[in-house]
């Protein structure tokens, strides 16, 4: 089940949705709803994409990792480690996409969250502004900085909240996999891997664009 945002701790598909890109420089976006507490595996797919498979081992209620389900990706990829993929909502552009938030802006929200309340709440949530560095050559050399002192609380104007009248939970849009339709798609992968044509329906199944 995903948490609300004062629930969250900031540790640890096939449902057809923009996700938010961030772009060098200055970024405004309006957390919404429920924030999803996961990890995932990237996977090498059809084409050299890399694909998220959801690590059950994770807890998503508990922020713990518990071990219960039968993770498939550990018995098949037993070197590849997983890695933090916490998501919300939010409106940008007057739309509601899914954000695939980043560990320390996070941290920092939740910093800023102490003294200016909940980001998401209607009434009296703000605006997320935030800068993208880039800080080297390589993909990874990147920090995310908030500027705090342009996060002032506002209710949510009547276009956006007509935009998220319909708003679904994280979990709706994120569906958390069963032990056994992750084995299903790991065979599946694997299938597709030795064949010279590439299985479409293998990225269908992690359709968030």
């Known amino acids: 089940m995903a948490l609300s945002f004062n629930q969250a701790k900031g540790e640890a598909q096939k449902n057809k949705i923009d996700s938010y890109q961030y772009v060098e420089g200055d970024n405004i976006v309006r957390m919404v709803g429920d924030i999803l507490p996961r990890y995932v595996y990237w996977l090498k797919g059809e084409n050299g994409k890399n694909l998220p498979f959801e690590c059950l081992s994770f807890d998503r209620n508990t922020e713990a990792f518990n071990n219960v389900e ?11 480690k997983c890695g933090w993929s916490y998501a919300i909502q939010c409106i940008h552009d007057g739309k509601v996409k ?13 910093v800023a969250a102490e003294d200016l309340g909940d980001p ?38 009547e276009a956006e909240q007509e935009a998220m009248a319909e708003l679904k939970s994280m979990d709706e849009i994120l569906t958390r996999p069963t032990p056994d339709a992750q084995k299903e798609l790991l065979d599946r992968l694997r299938e597709g891997a030795s064949n010279s044509e590439p299985d479409k329906s293998i990225s269908d199944e992690f359709d968030i664009s």
Do not use: S
């Not at 039968?70 to 590849?80: A, G, M, Q, S």
């Not at 899914?98 to 939740?110: A, D, R, S």
């Not at 990147?142 to 002032?152: D, H």
């Open 70 to 80: 039968k993770d498939w990706v550990r018995e098949y990829h037993p070197e590849l």
């Open 98 to 110: 899914v954000l695939n938030l980043k560990k320390k802006l996070l941290e920092q929200i939740m």
């Open 120 to 157: 998401t709440d209607p009434e009296t949530g703000w605006d997320v502004h935030f800068k993208r560095v880039k800080t080297g050559p390589m993909a990874y050399n990147v920090e995310y900085q908030l500027q705090a002192l342009k996060c002032k609380p506002r209710p949510l104007t």
